[in-house]
């Protein structure tokens, strides 16, 4: 069982937007703004889209915005694309106890 | 641009030791403050961080896997390294090396990935 709860899955079509959940606690989520969100491609490596809760990468695409309220972060993507299609997993450190911990994923799947 | 690269065999026996290599290219390992960390994704599931080291040779490990792990560093080679040892069929995962993971670092993240390689624990 993973650290952070997210939904399993979210579906939306193209050139809506969809928002994922990451909720964890005040250990985690809740005391850090050290929440980041990773794109992964079936067969391919995680790709970094939002670090520090809301700053985007350069070369990442400003439909992707992040956030944080209390103990939960979420990851909204604009505009939806059928390149979008993929797993998206959130992290969050946790202290010095358990430093880095990660969400189960969530299947977006673009209509 | 900084490039990750993973090497090491891909099938490993129980109760035996694995050894991975991460190779760093685009940049040195030394340099910017940056610390460096493995992660794993068992088949179908999420991530799990295992561990940082510094180029200084400072490690941090996951308290649940810290018994077994250790992770190494290379300079000369611009290399960093994971050994895990005792390991059973729940260490069979796909493993990444990637940059970041220091809470208090340039990069309180992971920016920069390998591929990745799959590790498979049978006998």
């Known amino acids: 069982q993973s650290a952070l709860t997210q939904p399993a899955s979210v579906s939306g079509s193209p050139g809506q937007s969809i928002t994922i959940s990451c909720t964890g606690t005040s250990s985690d989520v809740g005391s850090y703004n050290l929440v980041s969100w990773y794109q992964q491609h079936p067969g391919k490596a995680p790709k970094l889209m939002i670090y520090e809760v809301s700053k985007r990468p350069s070369g990442v695409s400003n439909r992707f915005s992040g956030s944080k309220s209390g103990n939960t972060a979420s990851l909204t993507i604009s505009g939806l694309q059928a390149e979008d299609e993929a797993d998206y997993y959130c992290c969050s450190y946790a202290g010095s106890s358990s430093n880095w911990v990660f969400g189960g994923g969530t299947k977006l799947t673009v209509l | ?24 290219s685009g940049g040195s390992i030394s340099s910017g403050g940056y610390y460096w960390s493995w992660i794993r994704q068992h088949p179908g599931k999420g991530l799990e961080w295992i561990g940082y080291i510094y180029y200084s040779g400072s490690t941090y490990y996951n308290p649940s896997l810290k018994s077994r792990v250790t992770i190494s560093v290379d300079t000369s080679k611009n290399q960093f390294s ?12 796909v493993y990444y090396c990637a940059r970041g993971g220091y809470s208090y670092g340039p990069n309180p993240y992971f920016d920069y990935w390998g591929q990745g390689t799959l590790v498979t624990v049978s006998s």
Do not use: N, R, W
């Open chain 2, 82 to 93: 994971l050994k895990l040892s005792s390991v059973t069929a729940a260490d069979t995962a």
């Open chain 2, 1 to 24: 641009q900084v490039q990750l690269q993973e090497s090491g065999p891909g099938l490993v026996k129980p109760s035996q030791t694995l050894s991975l290599t991460c190779t760093v």
